[in-house]
Nanobody, 129 residues
């Protein structure tokens, strides 16, 4: 099972990037998919998560209104569209997945990083002022 993240790069403040996370090895259409990020010297933090149907989404307050998470189960891919990027968005971005069995969507989308079973390798986003 592999998650392959891509799409990172260097942009100026106010710019946009679209991250992709391609899953292989098994079907992830029953998994919650999430994006986390880790800036140098800081702990990994939650960015966004989406349920398997795509019908429920949760965002960190710092990115709400600027980032959009989506998924294409047919392609086993999850996306993170990032608009109006700020220097404080600079970090390595990781996609992750776990199978939510009995949780409500509300709880499933607020699961800690330790609940996620599968992780991508990270893609670096650098935003300059």
């Amino acid at each position: 099972v592999q998650l392959q993240a891509s799409g990172g790069g260097a942009v100026q403040a106010g710019g946009s990037l679209r991250l992709s996370c391609a899953a292989s090895g098994q079907t992830f259409n029953r998994h919650v998919m999430g994006w986390f990020r880790q800036a140098p010297g800081k702990e990994r933090e939650f960015v966004a998560a989406i349920t398997w149907s795509g019908g429920n989404i949760n965002y960190a307050g710092s990115v709400k209104g600027r980032f959009t998470i989506s998924r294409d189960n047919a392609e086993n891919t999850v996306y993170l569209q990032m608009n109006n990027l700020k220097p404080e968005d600079t970090a390595a971005y990781y996609c992750a997945a776990y199978r939510s069995l009995s949780r409500t969507a509300y709880r499933a989308l607020r699961a800690p990083a330790s609940d996620y079973d599968y992780w991508g390798q990270g893609t670096l986003v650098t935003v300059s002022s």
